[in-house]
């Protein structure tokens, strides 16, 4: 049993490249989210998806996309790289009855440096 | 409007000293949830605690508690005779039911070094 997985680990990119950062579950859940982390800043929702085929945005969206195609991964695109995306991408997934009362299982985080 | 404070940006304790992270909260909901998380230097996020708004039983887990106060909208975690291995960033989080929706608000973090 896995947990949660993220793929890959650091990447540098240049600005206006792109990239898909990739979460796995391994634990059924429905619930998966993508959240940064910035000093100081705590963790932001990015992205969320409440089932499979399902997304929505979260408190800072722009610049992102993602997609839910199987239930067990969460994709989390960037078309065009800006080095205001560099952060660390942590992806998490929750039970979904009740979610607001469900614990997160989180990931173990990606490093992305945009230059 | 939902919003988690943790004013405390980072705090030095020596070995063995007892600290408290401070967590305030704002939500309108009546029904939410709060919770702690730890972030030791390897990274990964780690599950401490979770407590929802009509639970106000203090609880205490080894050397960590967790005061609940909702006349403060506060949810303080205490950790009792601390350890260089507590050095981490401690977060705080609320989750709303109204938005049902799961998504965790944090806090900023309290950056938390144990010297020996």
């Known amino acids: 049993n896995a947990g949660v997985t993220q793929t890959p680990k650091f990447r540098v990119l240049k600005t206006g490249q792109s990239m898909t950062l990739l979460c796995a579950q391994d634990?059924?859940?429905?619930?998966m989210y993508w959240y940064r982390q910035d000093p100081g800043m705590g963790l932001r929702l990015i992205h969320y998806?409440?089932?499979?085929?399902?997304?929505a945005k979260g408190e800072v969206p722009d610049g992102y996309n993602v997609s839910r195609l199987k239930k067990q991964n969460f994709l989390l695109g960037l078309e065009s790289a800006a080095p205001s995306q560099t952060s660390v991408y942590f992806c998490?997934?929750?039970?979904?009855?009740?979610?607001?009362?469900?614990?997160?299982?989180f990931g173990p985080g990606t490093r992305l440096l945009v230059l | 409007a939902q919003k988690v404070t943790q004013a405390q940006t980072e705090i030095s304790v020596v070995e063995k000293e007892d600290v408290t992270l401070d967590c305030v909260y704002e939500?309108?909901?009546?029904?939410?949830?709060l919770f702690w998380y730890k972030q030791p230097p390897s990274g990964e996020l780690v599950f401490l605690i979770r407590?929802?708004?009509?639970?106000?039983q203090n609880e205490i887990s080894g050397r960590y508690s967790w005061n609940f106060q909702k006349s403060t909208s506060s949810f303080n975690f205490t950790i009792t005779a601390s350890q260089v291995v507590d050095s981490a960033v401690y977060f705080c989080a609320l989750s709303e039911a109204e938005s049902n929706t799961g998504k965790l608000i944090f806090g900023q973090g309290t950056t938390l070094q144990v010297k020996p």
């Open positions: 998806s409440v089932g499979e085929g399902t997304t």
């Open positions: 998490a997934s929750s039970y979904s009855e009740r979610s607001y009362q469900e614990t997160q299982y």
């Open positions: 634990m059924n859940h429905e619930y």
């Open positions: 407590r929802n708004s009509f639970d106000e």
């Open positions: 939500t309108r909901d009546t029904t939410y949830y």
